[in-house]
């Protein structure tokens, strides 16, 4: 009885896709022009600007601002320019102070928390340290309705 033997070639191993660094912008924002807002506006600036340059896993994108009360996001332009860059995936993370800073509608705020996370952009919210990414949609939910309502109450 003759046994044959069928040799399967050895595939080459892929090369290690290089681990891409993350894209990395912040999106800051004052809600009045008096003085004391354009310097903190411009302290949250300069704070992101370098901790996003000193992590060597992150390149920097920009950093996004406004200086607007608006509730609505319609009538914050860096705002605007933020999410058509991350529509173009230009971005894969965005840091941000408070989630009040983000949005201060509950609502519109939670849909594009979700709608940023169908693309697998996350949000990190330096007050409280979380990463939208690594948390349910429900609790999206719950803490946009907490943060409005601190909101509501510092005001």
């Not at 004052?30 to 060597?56: C, D, G, M």
Request: charged share 30%.
């Amino acid at each position: 009885m003759s046994r044959k033997v069928t040799e399967i070639p050895q595939r080459k191993r892929d090369v290690p896709i290089e681990v891409r660094r993350l894209r990395v912008a912040a999106y800051c924002r004052v809600s009045t022009r008096h003085e004391e807002q354009r310097h903190s506006l411009e302290a949250q600036i300069a704070h992101y600007t370098n901790f996003i340059k000193r992590n060597p896993n992150w390149e920097f994108v920009a950093i996004y601002s406004d200086v607007a009360s608006s509730v609505r996001t319609t009538n914050r332009p860096g705002y605007q320019q933020l999410m058509r860059d991350c529509a173009k995936r230009k971005v894969d993370l965005i840091l941000v102070k408070s989630l009040s800073r983000f949005g201060r509608d509950a609502l519109e705020t939670i849909r594009q928390v979700r709608k940023l996370k169908k693309m697998n952009i996350g949000i990190y919210i330096e007050t409280g340290g979380v990463n939208t990414m690594n948390i349910s949609n429900s609790m999206i939910d719950q803490l946009a309705a907490l943060d409005q309502a601190e909101s509501h109450f510092r005001s």
